[in-house]
């Protein structure tokens, strides 16, 4: 069992606050909520940037569609204007010729009003594709402009968490350094069990970490040496006493 004087052994108590405390800010920076927030902004903009693309490739068809619709139209145009330029001249038709030519010019026109729907609803689709590309890139661009926000909003966040681990750590070392080394030996040893490190015990056996030690423990912890360390088999902690 190592030994210590009892002051150093009180002088644990403030270095086991002083080690929670700066744990305490730790878990703060890593959890802190702009964290999470930022990786949900960057996750989304990766789905809208896929959704853009997406929707880019449609636009590319739309307006395809459109180019092919408004050639169609073109051509049915022309072939009515010159078969009116026919039947208007009339040279060398006949009756018959007249009739025929008339059918077909109808017919043309028919074809031609089917045509301008078409054209029309491609028109339609190729503004609406505009407008989810735009919508979209307004989108990533917004979420883009957060998240850089978000980052200098955090970046001053953890500086001052640093700022105050490392003044903590300051008073930490300042009282943990000029304790002996077995001591120290042992403390580090507990706070790496990842529980209590350091639990203090009043002289009836009540502790300030709010555990109970069984009563067999407390009877041997008062029938130990004021110097020796006692290392808790429950808590893997070490046990000072308070009074």
């Known amino acids: 069992m190592a030994h210590a004087p009892r002051a150093e052994q009180l002088v644990l108590l403030d270095v086991s606050e002083f080690d929670s405390?700066?744990?305490r800010l730790e878990r703060d920076n890593v959890k802190h909520p702009l964290r999470q927030k930022i990786g949900t902004l960057m996750n989304v903009s990766v789905e809208r940037a896929r959704e853009k693309d997406a929707a880019e490739a449609a636009l590319a068809e739309a307006r395809s569609a459109l180019e092919k619709a408004e050639k169609q139209s073109a051509t049915l145009q022309a072939q009515i204007e010159d078969k009116d330029g026919k039947l208007n001249a009339g040279v060398g038709l006949t009756s018959r010729d007249l009739l025929v030519l008339q059918e077909e010019i109808a017919g043309l026109r028919a074809l031609l009003s089917e045509a301008?729907?078409?054209?029309?609803?491609?028109?339609?689709?190729?503004?609406?594709?505009?407008?989810?590309?735009?919508?979209?890139?307004?989108?990533?661009d917004e979420m883009k402009q957060q998240v850089l926000a978000d980052r200098a909003e955090l970046e001053d966040a953890v500086t001052e968490i640093q700022a105050q681990q490392a003044a903590l750590r300051a008073q930490r070392d300042a009282i943990f350094?000029?304790?002996?080394?077995?001591?120290k030996k042992v403390y580090e040893h507990s706070r790496a069990s990842g529980g209590y490190a350091v639990i203090g015990m009043r002289a009836n056996g009540t502790t300030d970490a709010g555990v109970q030690?069984?009563?067999?423990?407390?009877?041997?912890?008062?029938?130990l040496p004021e110097d020796a360390i006692y290392l808790s088999e429950d808590y893997d902690a070490i046990v000072v006493r308070l009074d």
Not at 177 to 183: A, H, V
Not at 213 to 223: D, T
């Open 21 to 23: 405390h700066i744990a």
């Open 116 to 140: 301008s729907d078409a054209e029309f609803e491609a028109l339609e689709a190729v503004e609406k594709a505009e407008a989810r590309v735009s919508d979209l890139a307004g989108q990533i």
């Open 177 to 183: 350094t000029p304790l002996g080394e077995d001591i």
């Open 213 to 223: 030690l069984s009563p067999v423990e407390v009877a041997q912890i008062k029938a």
